[in-house]
């Protein structure tokens, strides 16, 4: 079974400063495709950038990029520039596509604090 | 343009009582997905659909049951609420993976739920 992993729960950057969200997945399938998702306080779900495993390069979303290490099995969140905005939870999510129908798997969470 | 509507937005209940949520999707989507949002835990999957007339369970699944009748409807039952089902419930939808490239989840904004 799929499984994803945020270790950090919280996290605190400097405004205009970059930040990175680290997020590791365990499954044994080849294909599958990785999420990344933001909360605002508001409490709706922001999807945010998508990295597919068979992906050739990073995905990149404006201010997004995504730090694929496929051998490694982490696909870390990347904001450059951070905004006041950006303080927000993240969620990294996972879905596996070889194995039929499987759904969206979530990670805990990691709360981003950014600082004036 | 709706995307995913859930019904109602708050609720409060008293143990032993029991309720429907309702979840509408008007994007065609096969899959609809389920989830609770605890603090400190993610986002938990409880039931999730892969289409209309089949359901299967997620991580979290007892206390709760689910229908799908129609491919836009996803229902999510609490037959005799339990205080430990307080939650922020949260519906999903996707594309079935090889239909569109696009599959990430779209979300529905929440709904809050207290249990007395």
């Known amino acids: 079974a799929q499984k994803i992993t945020q270790t950090q729960p919280g996290m605190f950057v400097q405004e205009k400063e970059a930040v990175t969200l680290d997020c590791t997945y365990d499954t044994s399938d080849p294909s599958y495709g990785l999420f990344w998702y933001k909360q605002p306080s508001s409490g709706e779900m922001i999807f945010l950038i998508y990295q597919g495993s068979y992906d050739q390069q990073n995905a990149t979303e404006g201010r997004y990029s995504l730090n694929f290490q496929k051998a490694r099995k982490s696909a870390n969140l990347v904001i450059s520039a951070s905004q006041l905005g950006d303080s927000a939870m993240y969620f990294c999510a996972m879905r596996v596509f070889n194995s039929g129908n499987t759904p969206l798997v979530f990670g805990k969470g990691t709360r981003l604090s950014v600082i004036a | 343009n709706a995307g995913v509507t859930q019904t109602p937005k708050f609720r409060v209940l008293k143990t032993g009582q029991s309720m429907t949520l309702l979840c509408a999707q008007d994007m065609n989507h096969e899959y609809m997905y389920w989830y609770r949002q605890d603090p400190g835990m993610g986002l938990r999957l409880i039931h999730y659909?892969?289409?209309?007339?089949?359901?299967a369970k997620g991580e979290v699944p007892d206390g709760y049951n689910v229908s799908r009748l129609k491919k836009q409807n996803f229902l999510l039952g609490l037959e005799s609420a339990a205080p430990s089902q307080t939650s922020v419930y949260f519906c999903a939808s996707s594309y079935r993976v090889g239909v569109s490239p696009n599959t990430e989840a779209f979300f529905g904004q929440g709904t809050r739920l207290t249990v007395v």
């Open positions: 659909s892969v289409g209309e007339g089949t359901t």
